[in-house]
């Protein structure tokens, strides 16, 4: 019932008003009860128990109604929670919490009080089910907590208690209740900041292998796990439009209009979340303050140490966290490297976890000679003649991994011996090979043979643009996808002075084009942009050519391939000119929001351009397209080894076959489709297929007849047979 | 044709018969449910008659009572007081009605067959039972307790007894004012002054007289009327003669002996010869309990749970919290005439005198 008048409420509190003696009976029933079972909580019996518990239950239903009454009541329960919730009977012990959880929805208890009360005695209590039942009601209380704005006094307490948990008894198992807490709260988006990356971290350097490992695990997959949920809550839709018809054809009940009300609530939820700035979280590695240390007392703490018991998987973990936050922040832990070194063999368990590990472990600003002897003792041990396909595509995979974050980490003889298995028979090798050769193309193309170096890469090589860079040396800072907009101004400007009847070059004066610019600040909502997903050009006239490599001759004619080349190379140099061209638009004026836009659009574009096989280039290749946030995983590194595997047995091709061909119902021969489909046209069988079904009985006469000829039967039919043979079946061949 | 001489096969199974063999035991049917159990213990509930007159007979009914001679009275006994939490009310009152003969019938001056404390936590939870029978007899066993043994264990009925008082059903209301009345007989004294005795009792009396607050207490109100209504009439009359005994004893003028008993402190008692004097202070207490009031082991009590052991304190809180309401309630109560106008003159009786009186000399 909901009153809403003022009268309502009146009348409302008028009733409790008259039933406050009763109230107040039933309140000394209770306080009765509790004293005699407060005198002993061990033996009390049954029906004292349910009285108790029925009294308690009802108290903290109508307990906001009685407030003088009930002052001591929220205490009294947590006094008997806190102090007997060993030896309390189960039912009692959830009615406890429960009823507290009541009190808080009544705010006649602030949620640090009863977040203050659950927590002691998650932590501490042997009963499963009491555990389950804490750890979900203080993760609900957190949540309310922080449903209509973010309650940073009770994150914060809540956090140093988490904090100190973990930090104040580093061998006990105790700290996973935070780790549980904590993660499930930066799933929910609740907890972003450093203070709860921090209680993981200390987590992750504690000495018990559960916490550790829970530690680890978070800062491994919690913000994955975060941008599923994401993406999960968004993808969920209600089609408005749909229910409002619907409503509008059955029959009209309560719920119905409840369910529409909702739908209408959560798209007008939407929208108002739509119009928000989304908000900047960042992910825990990012969040990590001081990373070097952190590396640092990981890697001596459990991978150095000797002491330190984690099976090897685990060690694995860490030592995934350790090399990913090596690779991301740029850290230096030389006997990292030196620690790689044992495992690096073809024997050793998971050893593509250690591959990628390392891999993850380079960045450019490690000392080459740190890498070599690794990238040469890869090549030693995985990648020859002698050795299985698979072991070999994952050395080579590796090994480019590795150059593609420090290209300097190998040597040209090397490099030079490891692009030869190109022309491996082993088709995972030979495209491992090939990955390689085209990074060097893009990093380093002076170090191949010349007549791997490919066109372009020669080209530039001569022209002197690409030069080697040397170790240290960054690149210059650039927006990404500005070269685009400077392309696409130019080309507007271009357009504009030809509707004017200007010369196309024409430099039109610069204080009209800046008073458009400006005009155009914000940008516009045009109407293609309230659909969902935008619009994205695609090339209609690319001739789609799907080709293995660039060796395999192309059948476009020499003379016509030239003019093209020619043609190419005048716009490579202007293009040259207007590389330098496009930093100025950064310099020299201010971005609109209307240019940004624009340039996520084009960079959109790009990239589907990019994805298209064709003369537009090639495609971008892997590691130009990794975020630096994605760690590198052990599948990557054994890649195609698919390819290379032995024969597949028969289940596994028809899967793979399946895998294609998706639409198809069942796996079957040609014969059997053909078959198949003769019968769906009702077309007639074959005298043989009519042989083949004939029923067993019916040839049964016959097969013993056959036994019991006598030898001149026998002769007289073999003879019909071969006579009929000659003259071409029963009815002969004679007539045609 | 191969089907059909297939399918009579099965159905020829169907009819045939088990073969039986020559000692070997019956194959068991294919729905045969094992349906023997095990068990530690077993009760074998002997009606009472059958218990007592086989005082010579050695009954064996089944292996677990191999018994050569009856088991003793005593073994009897605990017996019964275990089958006060049986499941049947008839069960509980018979137990009750054996327990009570057995301590009323018992030599004079030969102690209990169990001790008080051993028999009491079993009785406790009885008070709050839903049977009237078994109140009833419950009151009878608990008369029959030796008073000076009841002194030792108020604290630990006087809670029943609250509950009970504020039970929604008016039976068991009425039952437990009637135990509190035969407490305030037995033991008085110590009921009022033990912990929680005196305010929450009173409470508890305002709550089933219904006179808490102001316009609860007039006489147009739903007065006492929450919960079931009782099927014994008249409770208020017995709730009025139970309050003014319980004020009577808490806060009612002391009599001479008890005033004498007071001042023996101060003065040289007769006991103790001459150049002996304040000696009793000094003496080991005869109360079972003599340091209660500093309340070691238990935990901090409010006001409400503390324990008032003078008649001055019991005064005071009484007149600050309870005499205006009480005042009130006897007024309505006179105003209404009849029996209930007349037990109400017994209340106001006894609050005359002890105002009259005053905090004390």
């Known amino acids: 019932m909901i009153y809403r008048t003022r009268s309502g409420i009146n009348c409302y ?110 932590v501490s209590t042997p009963s499963k089910t009491l555990r389950a039942l804490l750890f979900q009601k203080i993760l609900s209380e957190l949540r309310t907590a922080n449903s209509k704005t973010t309650n940073h006094k009770l994150n914060r307490t809540m956090q140093t208690v988490l904090f100190n948990l973990v930090t104040s008894d580093r061998t006990s198992a105790k700290g996973l209740w935070a780790i549980k807490i904590t993660r499930e709260l930066w799933k929910r988006q609740i907890w972003t900041e450093a203070k709860a990356v921090e209680i993981m971290k200390e987590a992750a350097l504690s000495q018990n292998e559960k916490v550790i490992i829970g530690g680890v695990r978070f800062f491994l997959g919690g913000d994955k796990e975060r941008e599923e949920l994401e993406d999960e809550d968004s993808e969920e839709e209600v089609n408005v439009g749909q229910v409002k018809h619907q409503l509008t054809i059955n029959k009209k009940t309560r719920k119905k209009a409840r369910v529409a009300e909702k739908a209408i609530k959560a798209v007008r939820n939407k929208e108002r979340k739509k119009g928000n700035p989304s908000p900047l979280n960042f992910s825990a590695l990012h969040l990590l303050h001081d990373p070097q240390g952190f590396a640092d007392n990981m890697f001596f703490k459990h991978l150095q140490n000797g002491k330190s018991n984690l099976k090897l998987e685990q060690k694995l973990q860490v030592l995934q966290l350790v090399s990913r936050l090596v690779g991301l922040h740029k850290l230096h832990i030389m006997p990292l490297y030196s620690y790689f070194q044992k495992f690096l063999t073809p024997r050793q368990p998971s050893v593509t976890s250690f591959l990628a590990s390392l891999a993850q472990a380079s960045h450019d600003l490690v000392p080459p000679d740190v890498l070599e002897p690794l990238v040469q003792k890869i090549a030693n041990e995985f990648v020859s003649e002698a050795s299985a396909g698979e072991v070999a595509t994952a050395g080579l995979n590796a090994i480019r991994e590795i150059c593609a974050r420090q290209p300097l980490a190998i040597e040209e003889t090397l490099l030079q011996d490891l692009v030869m298995y190109k022309k491996s028979k082993d088709k995972g090798v030979m495209m491992a090979s090939k990955g390689l050769l085209s990074l060097y193309r893009d990093v380093g193309a002076q170090m191949l043979k010349k007549r791997d170096r490919g066109k372009e890469a020669a080209m530039s090589l001569r022209a002197g643009e690409r030069q080697e860079r040397r170790y240290g040396e960054q690149a210059v800072g650039e927006i990404e996808g500005l070269e685009l907009l400077a392309k696409w101004k130019d080309e507007e400007r271009r357009k504009k002075n030809i509707e004017n009847g200007l010369p196309s070059d024409a430099e039109d004066n610069e204080d009209e084009n800046d008073e458009a610019d400006w005009a155009a600040w914000n940008v516009e909502d045009d109407e293609d942009s309230d659909t969902d997903g935008e619009w994205i050009n695609v090339e209609q006239d690319v001739d789609i050519v799907l080709s293995d490599s660039e060796d395999e001759g192309k059948p476009a004619s020499k003379k016509a391939k030239q003019e093209e080349e020619a043609k190419k190379d005048t716009e490579k140099e202007a293009e040259a000119d207007k590389a330098i061209d496009f930093m100025k638009l950064a310099t020299t004026r201010i971005l609109t929001p209307a240019d940004l836009a624009k340039l996520t659009e084009l960079r959109a574009q790009a990239a589907v351009d990019a994805t298209l096989p064709g003369n537009k280039g090639r495609v971008a290749a892997p590691w130009t397209s990794r975020h630096t946030d994605d760690p590198l995983t052990a599948g990557e590194i054994e890649g195609l080894a698919a390819l290379s595997a032995a024969k597949a047995t028969r289940e596994e091709r028809i899967a793979h076959a399946r895998e294609g061909k998706t639409d198809r119902s069942e796996h079957m021969s040609k014969e059997a489709r053909r078959k198949e489909r003769k019968e769906e046209q009702g077309k007639s069988t074959t005298n043989k297929e009519k042989a083949r079904k004939k029923n067993f009985l019916m040839t049964l006469g016959k097969a013993r007849s056959k036994n019991k000829r006598s030898l001149v039967e026998t002769r007289a039919v073999l003879k019909a047979h071969v006579d009929r043979g000659k003259r071409g079946g029963r009815r002969g061949n004679v007539g045609q | 044709m191969g089907s059909s001489s297939k399918r009579k096969k099965d159905k020829q199974k169907d009819f045939q018969k088990p073969k039986l063999k020559v000692g070997k035991t019956k194959a068991k049917p294919d729905n045969y449910t094992d349906t023997s159990f095990k068990s530690k213990c077993m009760y074998i509930l002997w009606p009472l008659d059958v218990l007592l007159c086989s005082q010579l007979l050695a009954i064996v009914l089944t292996q677990q009572s191999l018994h050569l001679a009856a088991p003793t009275s005593n073994a009897t006994f605990t017996h019964n007081l275990s089958l006060l939490s049986a499941k049947s009310d008839s069960q509980r009152r018979d137990s009750l009605a054996y327990l009570t003969t057995s301590i009323s019938s018992r030599p004079v001056n030969s102690p209990l067959p169990q001790p008080v404390s051993v028999i009491l936590p079993s009785l406790l939870p009885l008070i709050l039972d839903g049977a009237t029978s078994v109140r009833t007899q419950l009151l009878k066993l608990l008369r029959t307790l030796p008073p000076g043994d009841v002194e030792d264990h108020v604290a630990q009925l006087l809670p029943y007894v609250r509950a009970g008082m504020t039970h929604l059903a008016a039976d068991i209301r009425g039952s437990a004012v009637e135990i509190l009345s035969w407490m305030v007989e037995a033991a008085g004294e110590s009921t009022v002054s033990c912990a929680g005795g005196w305010i929450k009792t009173l409470n508890c009396f305002l709550s089933v007289l219904g006179w808490h607050t102001e316009e609860s207490s007039q006489w147009s109100s739903s007065r006492a009327s929450f919960g079931k209504s009782g099927s014994q009439g008249k409770p208020m009359v017995k709730t009025l003669g139970a309050l003014a005994m319980f004020l009577d004893a808490g806060i009612g003028k002391p009599s001479i002996d008890g005033v004498d008993s007071e001042m023996s402190g101060d003065d040289e008692s007769p006991d103790w010869p001459f150049p002996l004097c304040q000696t009793a202070q000094h003496m080991i207490s005869d109360s079972s309990t003599p340091f209660a009031y500093l309340n070691l082991f238990g935990k901090p009590r409010d006001e409400e749970g503390e324990m008032y052991e003078t008649r001055e304190d019991r005064y005071r809180v009484f007149s600050t919290r309870f005499q205006p309401a009480i005042e009130r309630g006897i007024k309505s109560a006179r105003e209404e005439g009849g029996e209930l106008g007349r037990a109400s003159s017994g209340v106001s009786k006894v609050l005359k005198e002890a105002i009259a009186y005053g905090p004390g000399p």
């Not at chain 1, 007997?84 to 009615?95: A, P």
Request: proline fraction near 4%; aromatic fraction near 10%.
């Open chain 1, 13 to 122: 509190f008028a009733l409790f008003r008259s039933y406050i003696e009763d109230f107040r009976a039933q309140h000394y029933q209770y306080e009765s009860h509790r004293e005699i079972y407060m005198a002993a909580p061990s033996s009390a019996t049954d029906t004292g128990l349910i009285s108790l518990r029925d009294l308690i239950d009802f108290i903290s239903h109508v307990a906001d109604c009685y407030p003088g009454i009930c002052k001591d009541f929220p205490q009294q329960l947590i006094d008997m929670l806190m102090q007997h919730h060993l030896v309390l009977e189960t039912e009692l012990r959830e009615k406890l919490v429960g009823s507290l959880v009541l009190l808080k929805k009544k705010d006649l208890l602030d949620s640090a009080t009863l977040l203050h009360t659950l927590f002691p005695i998650l």
